[in-house]
Nanobody, 125 residues
Framework: QVQLGESGGGLVQAGGSLRLSCVTS????????MGWFRQGPGKEREFVAR????????DYADSVKGRFIISRDDAKNTVYLQMNSLRPEDTDIYYC??????????????????WGQGTQVTVSS
């Protein structure tokens, strides 16, 4: 099993940047494909980005492509989400998730077995 904990959220002005971190413990991070999702009040959990076990494969939602970068450092048991050119519509709670079955992970939340508690990102206009 793996435990996940996100940090790095906060309040930022539109056009600004934040870097989210997801620190894992328990089973080695290299055993998992990882994803980032976000969810707002009354909304479904939405795919943001995913990264495969090797780190060589990444994928993004169209809404964040070109602005967000997902990366991983297995030696530090940490996955990152660098968020640039932030927009008010990026305001949400951001969650990291781990998938032990797929090499590249999934784009739907049901494909992930482990979740962090989330970190709030608020972008002001």
């Amino acid at each position: 099993q793996v435990q996940l904990g996100e940090s790095g959220g906060g309040l930022v002005q539109a056009g600004g940047s934040l870097r989210l971190s997801c620190v894992t413990s328990g089973r080695a991070l290299s055993s998992y494909a990882m994803g980032w999702f976000r969810q707002g009040p009354g909304k479904e959990r939405e795919f943001v980005a995913r990264i495969g076990r090797s780190g060589g494969n990444t994928d993004y939602a169209d809404s964040v492509k070109g602005r967000f970068i997902i990366s991983r450092d297995d030696a530090k048991n940490t996955v990152y989400l660098q968020m640039n050119s932030l927009r008010p519509e990026d305001t949400d709670i951001y969650y990291c998730a781990a998938d032990s079955f797929r090499y590249f992970g999934a784009t739907g939340p049901s494909g992930y077995q482990y979740w962090g508690q989330g970190t709030q990102v608020t972008v002001s206009s």
